[in-house]
């Protein structure tokens, strides 16, 4: 009987911050972060990079690419992002972009899709992986700034927020990408639970 492809939770998550100089000066530098973890709760890897642009979907899909690129075999990925451009793509648009040579029509003539280094790059790793991505949006009353969120395990910030009510919480100037990590522990054990029933049902069938 063939062994199941291990299984990794991936943790993305990407942030702008603006450096105001003067009032006609403002620097824009962007942040991303990923965290792979086995359904243990194990950190397995965990990087966290600048970048000098500030454009939120290339740096939403840069902590992505880097995540499924630090895999060194053929796994089960659940992808968990606050992005909803990067689910929307892997969902309904990866396919397209890829017979089309990655371009798509604008105004009857065909164009580079956004980011489609990024996206080519993503395509190859998804031949490799299997990857279930799913959006993740966590607002919480009381939350610490962006930085510390990118500072901390998600495990870590689970236990800090696990005990707040939930409210909508005001969008900063991070591009509205720094909540992911700010779950409560009560969905990431959801998650892990609903993935360990997975994996169950998976070996009695090949068993069967």
Known sequence: MRASPPHYLLFSESRTIRFTHSMDATDV?????????????????????????????????????????????????????????VTHGLRFGLDEWRENDWQWERFGEMERIKNWDLWQRIDRAMSFHEVDCRVWRFDVAEQSPPASHLSRRPSEVA???????????????????????????????????????GNRKSVSAQAA
Do not use: H, M
């Open 29 to 85: 530098v962007g942040q991303w972060r990923f965290v792979l973890e086995s359904l243990d709760g194990d950190v397995v890897l965990e990087a966290t990079d600048d970048e000098n642009e500030g454009d939120a979907s290339r740096l939403e899909l840069l902590a992505v690419v880097r995540g499924l690129e630090a895999l060194d075999q053929p796994s089960r990925v659940t992808l968990l992002t606050p992005s909803r451009y």
């Open 159 to 197: 236990r800090r927020v696990g005990s707040s009510r939930q409210q909508p919480a005001r969008a900063s100037d991070s591009g509205r990408s720094g909540g992911v990590l700010s779950s409560c522990r009560k969905v990431i054990q959801d998650l892990l639970y609903r993935c360990w029933l």
